[in-house]
Protein backbone atom coordinates (compact mmCIF):
# COMPACT_ATOMS: atom_id res chain seq x y z
CA UNK A 1 0.00 0.00 0.00
CA UNK A 2 2.95 2.21 0.82
CA UNK A 3 4.77 1.56 -2.06
CA UNK A 4 1.93 1.85 -4.09
CA UNK A 5 1.19 5.59 -3.16
CA UNK A 6 4.58 6.53 -3.95
CA UNK A 7 4.91 5.08 -7.17
CA UNK A 8 1.50 7.68 -7.47
CA UNK A 9 2.98 10.46 -5.98
CA UNK A 10 6.29 10.42 -7.58
CA UNK A 11 4.43 10.08 -10.86
CA UNK A 12 2.50 12.76 -10.03
CA UNK A 13 5.88 14.71 -9.03
CA UNK A 14 7.17 14.04 -12.73
CA UNK A 15 3.98 15.24 -14.40
CA UNK A 16 4.01 18.62 -12.79
CA UNK A 17 7.78 19.38 -13.24
CA UNK A 18 7.19 18.62 -16.94
CA UNK A 19 3.98 21.05 -16.82
CA UNK A 20 5.48 23.79 -14.97
CA UNK A 21 9.01 23.16 -16.03
CA UNK A 22 10.39 23.45 -12.12
CA UNK A 23 13.86 22.74 -10.80
CA UNK A 24 13.23 19.38 -10.05
CA UNK A 25 13.97 18.50 -5.64
CA UNK A 26 17.06 16.55 -6.40
CA UNK A 27 18.44 18.77 -8.24
CA UNK A 28 17.82 21.23 -5.37
CA UNK A 29 19.11 18.72 -2.56
CA UNK A 30 22.65 19.50 -1.56
CA UNK A 31 21.80 23.37 -0.96
CA UNK A 32 19.74 25.07 -2.84
CA UNK A 33 22.05 25.99 -5.45
CA UNK A 34 22.21 25.47 -9.18
CA UNK A 35 25.36 24.81 -10.64
CA UNK A 36 26.96 26.95 -12.80
CA UNK A 37 28.03 26.19 -16.13
CA UNK A 38 31.97 28.37 -16.25
CA UNK A 39 31.44 31.16 -18.97
CA UNK A 40 34.36 30.49 -22.35
CA UNK A 41 35.80 33.76 -20.47
CA UNK A 42 36.22 31.88 -17.33
CA UNK A 43 37.47 29.45 -19.01
CA UNK A 44 40.10 31.03 -20.65
CA UNK A 45 41.05 32.84 -17.72
CA UNK A 46 41.37 29.65 -15.79
CA UNK A 47 43.56 28.50 -18.61
CA UNK A 48 45.87 31.39 -18.42
CA UNK A 49 46.93 30.73 -14.85
CA UNK A 50 47.75 27.52 -15.20
CA UNK A 51 49.98 28.56 -18.17
CA UNK A 52 51.14 30.98 -15.77
CA UNK A 53 51.68 28.54 -12.69
CA UNK A 54 53.50 26.23 -15.16
CA UNK A 55 55.59 29.00 -16.67
CA UNK A 56 56.64 29.69 -13.06
CA UNK A 57 57.42 26.41 -11.95
CA UNK A 58 59.96 25.88 -14.58
CA UNK A 59 61.58 29.03 -15.02
CA UNK A 60 65.11 29.68 -13.58
CA UNK A 61 66.80 33.05 -13.31
CA UNK A 62 70.35 34.31 -12.82
CA UNK A 63 71.41 37.30 -10.64
CA UNK A 64 74.57 38.42 -12.21
CA UNK A 65 77.05 40.41 -9.64
CA UNK A 66 79.60 43.34 -10.64
CA UNK A 67 81.43 45.19 -8.43
CA UNK A 68 83.96 48.23 -9.71
CA UNK A 69 84.50 49.32 -13.48
CA UNK A 70 87.57 50.26 -14.10
CA UNK A 71 90.47 51.16 -17.06
CA UNK A 72 92.81 49.71 -14.42
CA UNK A 73 94.85 46.44 -15.31
CA UNK A 74 93.53 43.69 -14.04
CA UNK A 75 95.46 41.16 -12.19
CA UNK A 76 94.83 37.19 -11.33
CA UNK A 77 93.81 38.47 -7.94
CA UNK A 78 91.20 41.89 -8.84
CA UNK A 79 89.86 40.13 -12.17
CA UNK A 80 87.03 39.09 -10.05
CA UNK A 81 86.15 42.08 -9.02
CA UNK A 82 87.05 44.72 -11.21
CA UNK A 83 85.59 45.16 -15.12
CA UNK A 84 86.81 47.61 -17.96
CA UNK A 85 83.89 49.58 -19.19
CA UNK A 86 84.85 48.14 -22.74
CA UNK A 87 83.63 44.64 -21.60
CA UNK A 88 81.30 45.97 -19.41
CA UNK A 89 79.51 47.11 -22.81
CA UNK A 90 79.96 44.01 -24.42
CA UNK A 91 78.58 42.12 -21.67
CA UNK A 92 75.49 43.90 -21.39
CA UNK A 93 74.95 43.97 -24.91
CA UNK A 94 75.63 40.22 -25.09
CA UNK A 95 73.20 39.73 -22.36
CA UNK A 96 70.65 42.16 -24.09
CA UNK A 97 70.92 39.99 -27.03
CA UNK A 98 70.37 36.91 -25.56
CA UNK A 99 68.17 37.42 -22.28
CA UNK A 100 65.65 40.09 -21.27
CA UNK A 101 67.14 42.00 -18.42
CA UNK A 102 64.39 42.78 -15.88
CA UNK A 103 64.90 44.10 -11.97
CA UNK A 104 65.33 42.15 -8.93
CA UNK A 105 61.86 43.99 -7.41
CA UNK A 106 60.08 42.93 -10.64
CA UNK A 107 61.25 39.46 -9.65
CA UNK A 108 60.27 40.10 -6.07
CA UNK A 109 56.96 41.10 -6.88
CA UNK A 110 56.72 37.92 -9.76
CA UNK A 111 57.84 35.54 -7.13
CA UNK A 112 55.54 36.48 -3.83
CA UNK A 113 52.55 36.66 -6.80
CA UNK A 114 49.90 33.65 -7.22
CA UNK A 115 47.05 34.76 -8.49
CA UNK A 116 48.69 35.23 -12.05
CA UNK A 117 48.78 39.50 -12.03
CA UNK A 118 52.88 39.64 -12.51
CA UNK A 119 54.78 37.91 -15.05
CA UNK A 120 57.70 38.18 -16.40
CA UNK A 121 59.46 37.49 -19.60
CA UNK A 122 60.46 33.71 -20.37
CA UNK A 123 64.11 34.39 -20.66
CA UNK A 124 64.92 36.77 -18.04
CA UNK A 125 68.29 37.77 -16.17
CA UNK A 126 68.96 40.05 -13.37
CA UNK A 127 71.43 42.58 -13.25
CA UNK A 128 73.53 44.03 -9.48
CA UNK A 129 76.40 45.72 -8.18
CA UNK A 130 77.59 45.49 -4.82
CA UNK A 131 79.21 47.91 -3.07
CA UNK A 132 78.26 51.75 -4.01
CA UNK A 133 81.39 52.77 -6.33
CA UNK A 134 81.24 56.02 -7.98
CA UNK A 135 82.24 54.31 -11.54
CA UNK A 136 78.77 52.12 -11.40
CA UNK A 137 77.16 55.55 -11.78
CA UNK A 138 80.35 57.49 -13.87
CA UNK A 139 81.05 54.43 -16.10
CA UNK A 140 78.03 51.85 -15.67
CA UNK A 141 74.89 53.54 -15.68
CA UNK A 142 75.21 55.89 -18.73
CA UNK A 143 75.92 51.92 -20.49
CA UNK A 144 72.38 50.42 -18.63
CA UNK A 145 70.24 53.96 -19.82
CA UNK A 146 71.66 53.29 -22.86
CA UNK A 147 70.43 50.05 -23.16
CA UNK A 148 67.84 50.02 -20.76
CA UNK A 149 68.69 47.44 -18.35
CA UNK A 150 67.56 47.63 -15.10
CA UNK A 151 70.10 46.59 -12.11
CA UNK A 152 70.18 46.95 -7.99
CA UNK A 153 73.32 48.50 -6.67
CA UNK A 154 73.71 47.31 -2.98
CA UNK A 155 75.81 50.47 -0.94
CA UNK A 156 77.69 50.27 1.85
CA UNK A 157 75.79 53.29 3.82
CA UNK A 158 79.15 54.51 5.54
CA UNK A 159 81.17 54.68 1.95
CA UNK A 160 78.65 56.47 0.47
CA UNK A 161 80.22 59.05 -0.91
CA UNK A 162 83.63 58.47 0.33
CA UNK A 163 86.95 59.48 -1.65
CA UNK A 164 89.74 57.16 -2.86
CA UNK A 165 93.02 58.14 -0.87
CA UNK A 166 91.00 59.64 2.15
CA UNK A 167 91.79 56.51 4.22
CA UNK A 168 88.34 54.89 3.77
CA UNK A 169 88.30 53.73 0.62
CA UNK A 170 90.28 51.99 -2.05
CA UNK A 171 88.32 53.28 -4.86
CA UNK A 172 85.50 56.39 -4.70
CA UNK A 173 81.96 55.97 -4.20
CA UNK A 174 79.00 57.77 -5.06
CA UNK A 175 77.18 59.99 -3.39
CA UNK A 176 73.31 60.14 -1.87
CA UNK A 177 72.89 62.70 -4.52
CA UNK A 178 74.27 60.61 -7.70
CA UNK A 179 72.20 57.48 -5.97
CA UNK A 180 68.97 59.61 -6.45
CA UNK A 181 69.62 60.62 -9.61
CA UNK A 182 70.16 57.10 -10.99
CA UNK A 183 67.04 56.23 -9.09
CA UNK A 184 65.05 58.72 -10.47
CA UNK A 185 65.99 57.13 -14.04
CA UNK A 186 63.53 54.41 -13.23
CA UNK A 187 66.24 51.36 -14.18
CA UNK A 188 68.03 51.43 -10.76
CA UNK A 189 67.15 50.66 -7.02
CA UNK A 190 69.51 50.82 -4.41
CA UNK A 191 69.53 48.64 -1.37
CA UNK A 192 71.86 47.46 1.98
CA UNK A 193 75.26 46.00 1.91
CA UNK A 194 75.56 46.68 5.28
CA UNK A 195 76.79 49.58 7.10
CA UNK A 196 80.27 48.98 7.10
CA UNK A 197 81.31 45.99 4.65
CA UNK A 198 81.51 43.31 7.62
CA UNK A 199 81.26 39.67 7.60
CA UNK A 200 77.74 40.13 10.13
CA UNK A 201 77.99 36.68 11.30
CA UNK A 202 81.12 37.23 12.92
CA UNK A 203 79.68 40.33 15.19
CA UNK A 204 78.28 40.55 18.06
CA UNK A 205 74.57 40.65 18.75
CA UNK A 206 73.90 44.50 19.03
CA UNK A 207 76.61 45.05 16.47
CA UNK A 208 74.34 42.86 13.50
CA UNK A 209 71.73 45.18 14.92
CA UNK A 210 73.35 47.94 13.88
CA UNK A 211 74.47 46.31 10.72
CA UNK A 212 71.07 45.74 9.33
CA UNK A 213 68.70 48.50 10.60
CA UNK A 214 71.02 51.69 10.44
CA UNK A 215 71.76 51.08 6.92
CA UNK A 216 68.59 50.50 6.23
CA UNK A 217 67.60 53.76 8.05
CA UNK A 218 69.87 55.29 5.89
CA UNK A 219 69.48 54.06 2.80
CA UNK A 220 65.41 55.08 3.85
CA UNK A 221 66.11 58.74 5.05
CA UNK A 222 68.72 59.39 2.11
CA UNK A 223 66.58 57.91 -0.99
CA UNK A 224 63.02 57.77 0.57
CA UNK A 225 61.93 54.51 -0.66
CA UNK A 226 61.45 51.17 1.57
CA UNK A 227 64.98 49.55 1.88
CA UNK A 228 64.02 45.77 2.01
CA UNK A 229 66.92 43.72 0.29
CA UNK A 230 70.32 43.25 1.43
CA UNK A 231 73.45 41.64 -0.34
CA UNK A 232 75.88 40.25 2.51
CA UNK A 233 79.19 41.01 2.31
CA UNK A 234 81.40 37.86 1.79
CA UNK A 235 78.38 35.85 1.73
CA UNK A 236 78.79 35.31 5.26
CA UNK A 237 75.44 35.02 7.08
CA UNK A 238 73.77 32.55 9.65
CA UNK A 239 70.41 31.32 10.73
CA UNK A 240 70.83 33.97 13.59
CA UNK A 241 71.76 37.23 10.72
CA UNK A 242 68.89 35.72 8.66
CA UNK A 243 66.27 36.24 11.35
CA UNK A 244 67.62 39.61 12.27
CA UNK A 245 67.36 40.67 8.86
CA UNK A 246 63.80 39.42 8.52
CA UNK A 247 62.77 41.30 11.75
CA UNK A 248 64.35 44.29 10.45
CA UNK A 249 61.99 44.65 7.63
CA UNK A 250 64.39 42.77 4.84
CA UNK A 251 62.32 40.48 2.09
CA UNK A 252 64.70 39.53 0.05
CA UNK A 253 68.13 38.32 0.96
CA UNK A 254 70.94 37.51 -1.53
CA UNK A 255 73.80 35.34 -0.90
CA UNK A 256 76.98 36.55 -2.93
CA UNK A 257 78.52 33.63 -4.44
CA UNK A 258 81.55 34.72 -4.46
CA UNK A 259 83.67 31.38 -5.64
CA UNK A 260 85.58 31.73 -8.95
CA UNK A 261 84.58 28.16 -9.81
CA UNK A 262 82.25 27.64 -12.88
CA UNK A 263 80.92 24.91 -10.91
CA UNK A 264 79.85 26.80 -7.83
CA UNK A 265 77.32 29.32 -9.62
CA UNK A 266 73.60 28.33 -9.80
CA UNK A 267 70.59 30.26 -10.72
CA UNK A 268 67.35 30.65 -8.80
CA UNK A 269 63.96 29.28 -9.24
CA UNK A 270 60.43 31.20 -8.38
CA UNK A 271 59.43 28.16 -5.93
CA UNK A 272 62.36 28.54 -4.20
CA UNK A 273 61.49 31.87 -2.23
CA UNK A 274 63.35 34.74 -1.34
CA UNK A 275 65.64 34.29 1.50
CA UNK A 276 68.10 32.57 -0.57
CA UNK A 277 68.65 34.07 -3.97
CA UNK A 278 72.11 33.06 -5.06
CA UNK A 279 74.29 35.25 -7.67
CA UNK A 280 77.09 34.68 -10.41
CA UNK A 281 79.80 36.83 -9.52
CA UNK A 282 80.86 38.06 -12.86
CA UNK A 283 85.26 38.49 -13.01
CA UNK A 284 86.26 40.82 -15.68
CA UNK A 285 88.55 38.29 -17.52
CA UNK A 286 85.26 37.04 -18.63
CA UNK A 287 84.92 37.92 -22.30
CA UNK A 288 81.22 38.29 -23.36
CA UNK A 289 80.48 34.91 -25.31
CA UNK A 290 82.41 33.24 -22.80
CA UNK A 291 79.96 35.01 -19.88
CA UNK A 292 76.60 34.10 -22.00
CA UNK A 293 78.09 30.13 -22.50
CA UNK A 294 78.47 29.86 -18.66
CA UNK A 295 75.21 31.12 -17.84
CA UNK A 296 73.19 28.97 -20.11
CA UNK A 297 75.49 26.31 -18.77
CA UNK A 298 74.75 27.33 -15.44
CA UNK A 299 71.19 27.25 -15.94
CA UNK A 300 71.43 23.81 -17.90
CA UNK A 301 72.20 22.10 -14.59
CA UNK A 302 69.81 23.42 -12.54
CA UNK A 303 67.44 21.05 -12.07
CA UNK A 304 63.32 21.39 -11.47
CA UNK A 305 62.18 20.01 -8.26
ZN1 LIG B 1 80.90 43.75 -1.20
Keep these: MLILNLLIYSQGMVLAYAAESKTPDWLQYADGKEEEEVTEEERLEQ????????????????????HHITNDELTEENSIS??????????????????????????????VCDDGSVDIPSNPIIITFDDGYSSNYELGYPI???????????????????????????Y????????????????????????????????????????????????????????????????????????IAKNSGYDVQLLVDDKTLESDYEVNLPSEGLENLTRMTIAGNMGNVNVIEIIRRTMSKKEIK
Design 82 to 111: LISPYDFRLHMTAIKTNFTPISLRQYYEYV
Design 172 to 243: SHFTWEQAREMEASGLIEIQSHTVSHVKVDELNFAEQVRQLRKSKYDIEKNLGHKCDMIAFPYGHYDENVKR
Design 47 to 66: EKLEQWREKKKNIKVPILLY
Design 144 to 170: LKELNIPATIFVVTDTVGAVAGEGKVN
